[in-house]
């Protein structure tokens, strides 16, 4: 048999099993960290920063996120999208060991969000969730919201409306 065979054979295998670990297969976690930041001109600002020694806000934005920075309004992002070329939100995941080893994901990742699920989690909650199938490092939507580990499921109701929306 030609090595070209063989290749032909188990490459589309191996990327179809990628496929299949994100969409099969939920994540679960515990969020460790929130940031939320800015781009203008190429260059990152955090400018909330969530985690277990508390909440940083950017010395600039405290006036407009003083009072709640860990949930971001969608006035509060329209008025900073005028400031930034762009805006991301992020939630760290330190990821909860799993029977399906060969497919999950371990360690702590940094995961892009929306700005609903960055404001509908907290640091310390447990989440289930699915990323995105073209970005791994995406999620794009939640299964599972629990205060714990114990009660963590793979799917159960999550409390926040339009969990894609911006």
Same mark, same amino acid.
Request: a negative charge; glycine letters at 6%; proline letters at 2%.
């Given at each position: 048999?030609?090595?070209?065979?063989v290749l032909a054979g188990?490459?589309? +295998?191996?990327?179809?099993?990628?496929?299949?670990?994100r969409l099969l297969l939920v994540n679960q976690g515990e969020i460790v960290q929130k940031r939320f930041v800015g781009i203008a001109g190429g260059e990152t600002t955090e400018i909330v920063v969530v985690d =277990? =020694? @508390?909440t940083t806000v950017s010395s600039e934005h405290k006036g407009l996120l003083g009072q709640s920075p860990e949930e971001i309004s969608p006035a509060d992002a $329209?008025?900073?999208r005028?400031?930034?070329d762009a805006i991301q939100f992020h939630v760290t995941v330190? &990821? &909860?060991?799993?029977?399906?080893? !060969? +497919?999950?994901r371990t360690g702590t990742v940094d995961y892009r969000t929306s700005r609903a699920l960055y404001s509908g989690t907290a640091v310390g909650d447990h989440i289930s969730f699915q990323t995105s199938l !073209?970005? @791994? =490092? $995406?999620?794009?939507s939640l299964s599972c919201l629990a205060s714990d580990r114990?009660?963590?499921?793979?799917r159960c109701r999550v409390g926040i409306d339009d969990p894609t929306g911006e």
């Open positions: 048999m030609k090595r070209r065979t188990v490459l589309p +295998f191996l990327q179809g099993t990628r496929w299949l670990d =277990d =020694d @508390g $329209t008025s900073l005028e400031t930034y330190n &990821h &909860h060991s799993s029977s399906l080893e !060969l +497919f999950s !073209l970005n @791994g =490092d $995406t999620i794009i114990e009660s963590l499921q793979r």
